[in-house]
């Protein structure tokens, strides 16, 4: 296995880093608190291809692989962009999976850009999806409901959107008896749990991007800031956890990778992968923002640095699904041949 990007994946980090850079800057960040969504940063990245990239050529996309959108994941967080990129893409890869009737059609107004559809990863308990990710502003979601996959299509009144420290436009959504049958029986199951391994993937993706950038965030304050007569990083109590981090967000972001991989492949731990990477990626992102936020001192806390906006978001967007334990126990029931949610 050779994790080393091609020419054109550089490219596709390349251009993805310098449009975020632009159109997700930490003003346009805040100005989209607390909804965490901005529809005209939206609007860019499907004019860019974000949506299409990950659907088969077949169906009218670019044919790309998952690692390529987990490349595009991580900057995704790195710039903790308001816009749902993970949860779109996963459900458009789902709906080209459960091919022809209503996943068609929906999958043509998606890459249409004329709907916006997002996958609830939680299944639906007692007529409700909990917290589906871009519930709150999404035009459709995909719901597993017992052994059948629905489309959901929101009326006024069938979502609650979710207060969240993380700032994600989080929403329970009800279902309605209109809701339009996808799949149904033992490959319903099937299809959702391979959508929730590749959401798993572009989520760790996205939380390295997340530690990353706060990571660099401390370590410059560490440079700038002085005490004694020394920059503080010269200061074994600041510098040695961020040497740790670099540590674990390089082996965060090589598991990512490889479970993108695994899944591109079909190598048969995928989903043990993919769960791990999640739980791997989601502690180190915490610890990393948690160190470079006291790396500030009482400044960390203010909402005025930028450090607090990488904080909150990598103990919220995770948490989306479930924490890191919940990633472990999936690991391991993939390693012991559990059924999922069994």
């Given at each position: 296995?050779?994790?080393?990007?091609?020419?054109e994946?550089?490219?596709?980090?390349?251009?993805?880093?310098?449009?975020?850079?632009?159109?997700?800057?930490?003003?346009?960040?805040?100005?989209?608190?607390?909804?965490?969504?901005?529809?005209?940063?939206?609007?860019?990245?499907?004019?860019?291809?974000?949506?299409?990239?990950?659907?088969?050529?077949a169906?009218?996309?670019?044919?790309?692989?998952?690692?390529?959108?987990?490349?595009?994941?991580?900057?995704?967080?790195?710039?903790?962009?308001?816009?749902?990129?993970?949860?779109?893409?996963?459900?458009?890869?789902?709906?080209?999976?459960?091919?022809?009737?209503?996943?068609?059609?929906?999958?043509?107004?998606?890459?249409?850009?004329?709907?916006?559809?997002?996958?609830?990863?939680?299944?639906?308990?007692g007529?409700?999806?909990?917290?589906?990710?871009a519930?709150?502003?999404?035009?459709?979601?995909?719901?597993?409901?017992?052994?059948?996959?629905?489309?959901?299509?929101?009326?006024?009144?069938?979502?609650?959107?979710?207060?969240?420290?993380?700032?994600?436009?989080?929403?329970?959504?009800?279902?309605?008896?209109?809701?339009?049958q996808l799949?149904?029986?033992?490959?319903?199951?099937?299809?959702?749990?391979?959508?929730?391994?590749?959401?798993?993937?572009?989520?760790?993706?996205?939380?390295?991007?997340?530690?990353?950038?706060?990571?660099?965030?401390?370590?410059?304050?560490?440079?700038e800031?002085?005490?004694?007569?020394?920059?503080?990083?010269?200061?074994?109590?600041?510098?040695?956890?961020?040497?740790?981090?670099?540590?674990?967000?390089?082996?965060?972001?090589?598991?990512?990778?490889?479970?993108?991989?695994?899944?591109?492949?079909?190598?048969?731990?995928?989903?043990?992968?993919?769960?791990?990477?999640?739980?791997?990626?989601?502690?180190?992102?915490?610890?990393?923002?948690?160190?470079?936020?006291?790396?500030?001192?009482?400044?960390?806390?203010?909402?005025?640095?930028?450090?607090?906006?990488?904080?909150?978001?990598?103990?919220?967007?995770?948490?989306?699904?479930?924490?890191?334990?919940?990633?472990?126990?999936?690991?391991?029931?993939?390693?012991?041949?559990?059924?999922?949610?069994?």
């Amino acid at each position: 296995m050779d994790l080393g990007l091609t020419d054109e994946q550089r490219q596709l980090v390349g251009s993805f880093a310098q449009l975020l850079a632009k159109s997700s800057s930490p003003e346009r960040v805040r100005a989209a608190e607390p909804e965490g969504f901005d529809a005209l940063l939206w609007g860019t990245l499907v004019e860019t291809g974000v949506v299409v990239m990950g659907v088969t050529e077949a169906s009218g996309g670019w044919g790309a692989w998952l690692l390529d959108l987990a490349l595009v994941a991580e900057q995704v967080g790195r710039a903790v962009a308001p816009a749902p990129v993970i949860e779109v893409q996963v459900a458009a890869r789902l709906l080209d999976a459960i091919g022809d009737g209503p996943a068609h059609e929906a999958l043509a107004d998606l890459l249409a850009g004329e709907q916006l559809v997002t996958l609830a990863v939680r299944p639906a308990i007692g007529g409700c999806a909990p917290l589906t990710p871009a519930g709150a502003i999404c035009d459709a979601a995909i719901v597993r409901d017992g052994d059948r996959l629905v489309l959901v299509v929101p009326r006024e009144g069938d979502r609650q959107p979710v207060a969240n420290l993380g700032s994600a436009p989080l929403a329970d959504l009800l279902l309605t008896g209109d809701a339009v049958q996808l799949a149904a029986g033992p490959s319903a199951t099937a299809l959702f749990e391979a959508a929730l391994d590749e959401w798993l993937v572009l989520t760790a993706a996205a939380m390295v991007g997340i530690g990353a950038a706060a990571h660099e965030i401390g370590c410059a304050y560490a440079v700038e800031r002085r005490a004694f007569g020394s920059p503080i990083g010269a200061f074994q109590g600041v510098s040695h956890p961020l040497a740790d981090d670099v540590t674990n967000l390089d082996g965060a972001r090589l598991l990512a990778q490889k479970a993108a991989w695994a899944i591109d492949t079909g190598a048969p731990r995928s989903r043990e992968l993919a769960a791990m990477a999640f739980a791997f990626a989601s502690t180190t992102a915490e610890s990393a923002t948690y160190n470079s936020l006291h790396v500030h001192g009482g400044y960390g806390f203010m909402l005025e640095y930028d450090v607090q906006l990488h904080y909150r978001r990598a103990r919220g967007w995770s948490r989306v699904w479930g924490d890191a334990e919940a990633g472990v126990r999936r690991a391991a029931d993939a390693r012991y041949l559990v059924e999922p949610g069994r």
